[in-house]
Structure formats: C-alpha cells, structure tokens
C-alpha cells in the first residue's frame, strides 16, 4: 500500500472533526469541520478539497476513464442504483457561505473561493454538511457488498500545497496525497453493526443506533470496515 507524504514539515497538522451517520439506504449523512492551516509563505485565495466518493458518480469521472485503461468497463455499464456519489448541500468558511465549484475535468475534487484571503501559517474553518452514497464494492476493494461496508475516501480533505496545489484524483491506485491529520470522528451506525477501525475508539448502545467515538492523530487517511454482526 503506497502513500505519498509531503516531503515538508508543517507546523500545525489540519484538523478534521466529522459527525456521521450511516443509513440503512447505504448514504452516510456527514457533517464536517475542517481545520485547514494555511503551510506556505503566500497568501492563499481558494482551497482545494479532495472528495474522492464522487469518482464513482458517473461515466465521465477519472475513475471510471481509468478502469477503463485496464480493460475494466463494470463501472462504465453501472447501474445508477449501484454507483457512488458525494451531494454537499452546506459549504462555509468560518461560519460565512462561500462560493465552491467541481471540478468541470474531476468531478471528485472541490475549489473553494475564500471570503478572504488566508495569510501564511493562518487557519481557516470549513464546515461541509453532505452526503454520500456507498457504491458497491465491485469497481474497486471499498464500497458495500450485500451486508458489509468496507470505507476508504469517504469523507472529504484539504489536498496538498506545496509552492502549487497537487491535485489527484480517484484512480484506485492507493496515491492518497495528504498532509498529516488529527481526526475527532462520531460515527452512528445502525444496532446489528459493528465498525472496526485502527482509531482509538469506544462506542455507546442506544434504542436504534450505535454511537463509535473515533480519534487519531497524524492520520493520513481514515479506513473503516462496517460488519454485520
């Protein structure tokens, strides 16, 4: 499994605070809040988001071009009811609406418009609330099978600055290019689950749900296997 590191040293790792809830319709309603430290010596205007979910969205994505260079059309021919998508229905930057696009040539990454500018070693609060739908886990190792979900790149990061943007998309070839992250995670799933991860973790039983409190810090991505008791 290959991850590309920054080769810089950042003075603040960005934080990622989510609330999530999977549902039995296989979405995952996700509110977030990003901590994004702005690294460099320059003056930042806009912000890029990896939302890697999304690259299962239709024919036209990354992901679907590139399994279709390996002879692998399945995500190509996909039912609508089996694929995968990211639908953002919130985006503010320290509590303010702002201006955000998809990429009109990757639909799986995000540019923010800031309010107003982010000065060096400054930090700036992002708050997303969304949705994602899990596609299944034929096209690629992650996704849901008929009772279990296994999740990788399901919520959304800041990509990589370093003197430019490193902006990467999906491609299922395990290239996640992310600075370092302290994560604090709520994640509800529905009672008869269990969720595993390698984030400390502990959970609490109510009527209709189970509440796991996951943290880690200096996380450069977050995998969670979702069982079926």
Known sequence: MLFLVPFFLQAQNNQISINATLQKDHKILIDEEITYYNPSDQQMDTIYLLNWANGYKDKKTPLTKRLIEDYNKSLYFANIKDRGYSHIQLMECNGAAVIFEVLEDASDIVRIILPSSLAPKEAVKIHIIYEVKIPKDKYTR???????????????????????????????????????TDFNIDFAIPLGYTLYSDLEQEASISDTQVLYKLAGKNRLDVELSIQLN
Do not use: E, I, Q, T
């Not at 790149?153 to 600075?179: C, T």
């Open 142 to 180: 992650y996704g849901r099978d008929a009772l279990n979900y296994n999740l990788r790149y399901w919520h959304m990061s800041p990509a990589v600055f370093d003197k430019k943007w490193h902006l990467f998309s999906n491609l299922n070839m395990d290239d996640y290019y992310v600075h370092p």
